[in-house]
C-alpha cells in the first residue's frame, strides 16, 4: 500500500512497506533463517544418528559376548576372567 497524506511525486523505488523492512530484505532474511534452521536440523540428525549407530554397535557386542558366553557354558568350558 502506498503511504497517504505525503507527497510521494518525486520519490523513486518501492512503495513503503510495513515496518519499512522492504520484500527483497524480507526475502533474504527468510533464506538466511530457513539455512541456519537446515544446518541445525542435520547436525542434530547426525548426533541422533550416531549416537543409535553406538547404542545398536554396543548392543551387537553386549549380545554376542551373551552369547559366547552361554556356548561356553553349554560346553562346560566357561572362563571368568
Not at 31 to 42: A, G, I, S, T, W
Not at 73 to 78: D, E, F, I, K, P
Request: hydrophobic letters at 35%; glycine letters at 6%; one cysteine or more.
Amino acid at each position: 500500500m502506498y503511504e497517504t497524506g505525503r507527497e510521494l511525486s518525486g520519490v523513486q523505488g518501492e512503495p513503503c512497506t510495513k515496518l519499512g523492512v522492504s520484500y527483497q530484505e524480507y526475502k533474504a532474511n527468510l533464506v538466511r533463517k530457513n539455512f541456519v534452521l537446515l544446518k541445525e536440523y542435520k547436525a542434530n540428525l547426525v548426533r541422533k544418528n550416531f549416537v543409535l549407530i553406538e547404542m545398536c554397535q554396543d548392543n551387537l557386542i553386549s549380545l554376542n559376548n551373551s552369547k559366547a558366553h552361554i556356548r561356553h557354558a553349554q560346553s562346560g568350558t566357561l572362563d571368568f576372567e
